[in-house]
């Protein structure tokens, strides 16, 4: 299965990608919201995993064209956890909304739980 995966901390990314990589899925890393849309234009994925606070387009941003492109389950990852900022996602049909720090066994497990709920629609 293929995700991606855009969150402009170089490491995080590397130790998320990593993590979901030995969980058996192909992760495509982008580190700005400028390299994820492209991705997001021209590749299939099964699961998009968000950074809100990114540089060039925001999380938010990004949201709102993959909501133009289809239904692909979207989690967002941030440190932002303000009931403003969960409203935001849920207007703009995230799936799932994850405070960093996180363990990356939660963010693989939400991953799966987010796939298999896909799969039965």
Known sequence: MRVLLVEDEP????????????????????LNGMDGRRFIESGAYE????????????????????????????????????????LRGLELHEEDYLLKPFKVSDLVARVRKLLRRDRGR
Do not use: C, H, S
């Not at 490491?11 to 982008?30: C, F, R, S």
């Open 11 to 30: 490491e995080t990314a590397k130790l998320l990608a990593n993590g979901l990589g030995e969980a058996g899925y192909t992760v495509d890393v982008a």
């Open 47 to 86: 699961m998009i995993i968000l950074d809100v606070m990114l540089p060039g387009l925001n999380g938010w941003q990004l949201q709102q064209q993959i909501r133009k492109l289809g239904d692909t389950p979207v989690l967002f990852l941030t440190t932002r956890d303000g009931i403003e900022d969960r």
